[in-house]
């Protein structure tokens, strides 16, 4: 993750070098939104931190959040898709009843302007649903506020490290199933 975090910005960049007048802002807002991201996290792990580099990782991870709006149509999640796919499914089957008993009475251009208009009108409803439940408000996007004002507390964090467990999780309890029968396996 860190050698991705090096280069992503590179790689961002240049997948546009030339773009139109439409999507170069939004181009522009989600280059803006990754360098942010990188630029602290590049910055996170140095041994010492002074005041300075404090505000300067806060002013990133406060650009990141004023741009992360840009890449919310991305980030829709199972239950999210599920659940609008279930407020879609109701209003669908409704209309068609509804159609097919009205089918005597209008031609086939007006059943055509009306499922137009029905099929409109759903897909506007999801598209809120969506945009509604969209967010980055998960708990590692909010430890990333309080880095500055820990490091103030108690010194850097460079010697607080997440890999480290990970690889004593995956040493004393993966492998050790691996290598079980899979029957109580946590004895």
């Known amino acids: 993750m860190r050698?991705?975090?090096?280069s992503i910005?590179?790689?961002l960049a240049s997948t546009l070098p030339n773009p139109d007048s439409s999507p170069y802002q939004d181009f522009k807002s989600a280059l803006k939104c990754i360098s942010a991201l990188v630029d602290f996290t590049l910055m996170a792990p140095y041994r010492s931190h002074t005041p300075d580099t404090l505000s300067y990782m806060e002013s990133?991870?406060?650009t990141f959040h004023w741009t992360k709006v840009i890449f919310l149509?991305?980030?829709t999640l199972k239950a999210t898709r599920a659940q609008a796919n279930g407020q879609d499914r109701e209003p669908r089957k409704l209309m068609a009843d509804q159609r097919a008993m009205e089918v005597r009475h209008r031609t086939v251009a007006h059943r055509r302007r009306l499922a137009d208009q029905d099929r409109v009108e759903r897909s506007d409803r999801?598209?809120?649903l969506i945009r509604r439940e969209n967010h980055f408000n998960s708990m590692k996007m909010h430890y990333l506020t309080h880095f500055a004002s820990h490091v103030?507390?108690?010194g850097s964090i460079s010697m607080?490290?997440?890999?480290i467990g990970e690889l004593a999780h995956k040493d004393q309890i993966k492998d050790g199933y691996r290598r079980s029968n899979k029957n109580e396996a946590s004895r």
């Open 73 to 75: 149509e991305f980030r």
């Open 160 to 163: 607080y490290s997440t890999e």
């Open 126 to 128: 999801r598209a809120d």
């Open 3 to 6: 050698d991705l975090s090096r």
């Open 60 to 62: 990133y991870l406060q």
């Open 152 to 154: 103030r507390r108690f």
């Open 9 to 11: 910005s590179a790689v």
